[in-house]
């Protein structure tokens, strides 16, 4: 099974989702870069951005954020947004994987929702050059493999936005391998938001270390938090889930081929 189709990349068409905000649909992997359901701002927002911003200790000088992977910008944005809102003292540095240039370079001209004007001017940065930066952010796109430019990173990461396309069709960013890169650049503190529910990403998490939460969000369907430390949420038995499905088990690399 080839897990990329470059020759594919480019054919993507614009989808509206439920809340009205716009999203893409990819067909390299035959699927969209949003939940068409939950709405791509609503989504970004309520999966990712809202319970890791109330779950993170914000009195820090400094919030190390990775949001897997660019695409849209979502994600990235959805926080400026919600920062704009909840403004916090910190200086906030996001690192956000992408081998897709020719999207970053499109985005100047995408139709991004109201929500998102005030940050235009970073968009049109991050399109020419794939940088940004002032005194309290700055956000860097690492062009590329993720696989590849994850381990570079040299920052404790504070929070994760574990977003890319699903298991099914972008696995080599869900194995447990992958997951083990991700707790070698996390800090302790560190909370990972992901819309995954599925046992066997679950246990590719638990098999790092990682405790395992609901999302406490009644706003879109529920994913899973995953943390280094105790947190004050609803946890997910990862012991009773194996004891009931013996079968289950993560995703490996070598699966896919990759050693
Ligand atoms: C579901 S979309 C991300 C949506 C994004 N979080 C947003 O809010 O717009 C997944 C993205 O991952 C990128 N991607 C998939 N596999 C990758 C890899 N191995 N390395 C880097 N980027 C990858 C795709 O090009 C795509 O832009």
């Known amino acids: 099974m080839p897990l990329y189709n470059p020759s594919k990349r480019q054919d993507k068409r614009t989808v509206t989702t439920n809340d009205g905000t716009i999203t893409l649909y990819s067909s390299e992997f035959d699927e969209c870069y949003h939940s068409t359901n939950d709405g791509a701002l ?3 927002l309520n999966k990712h951005i809202i319970p890791a911003f109330k779950l993170l200790d914000t009195q820090k000088d400094e919030i190390n954020i990775l949001d897997i992977c660019f695409g849209l910008g979502y994600n990235t944005l959805a926080t400026l947004h919600y920062l704009q809102n909840n403004p916090i003292q910190s ?18 001209d995408f139709d991004y929702p109201n929500e ?6 970073i968009i049109e940065e991050l399109s020419e050059s794939g940088f940004y930066s002032d005194d309290k952010l700055s956000i860097e796109i690492l062009f590329g493999d993720a696989r590849e430019t994850l381990p570079k990173i040299k920052s404790k990461i504070d929070i994760v936005y574990q977003d890319p396309f ?11 391998e992958y997951f ?5 650049i996390a800090s302790k503190e560190v909370i990972l ?3 995954s529910s599925a046992t066997s990403i679950r246990m590719g998490l638990y098999e790092n270390g990682f405790l395992l939460y609901e999302t406490p969000t009644k706003e879109v369907r529920s994913g899973t938090i995953a943390s280094l430390r105790v947190l004050n949420l609803k946890s997910i038995d990862m012991e009773l889930k194996k004891s009931r499905n013996p079968q289950a088990h993560s995703l490996r690399d070598e699966m896919f081929c990759l050693n």
């Open 42 to 44: 609503n989504e970004s």
């Open 91 to 108: 200086k906030i540095n996001i690192f956000s994987p992408e081998f897709d240039k020719e999207l970053v370079v499109s985005l100047k």
């Open 116 to 121: 998102f004007t005030p940050f235009l001017h």
């Open 166 to 176: 699903s298991p099914k069709k972008n696995p080599l960013l869900w194995t447990r």
């Open 180 to 184: 083990a890169t991700i707790k070698a």
């Open 193 to 195: 938001t992901t819309y």
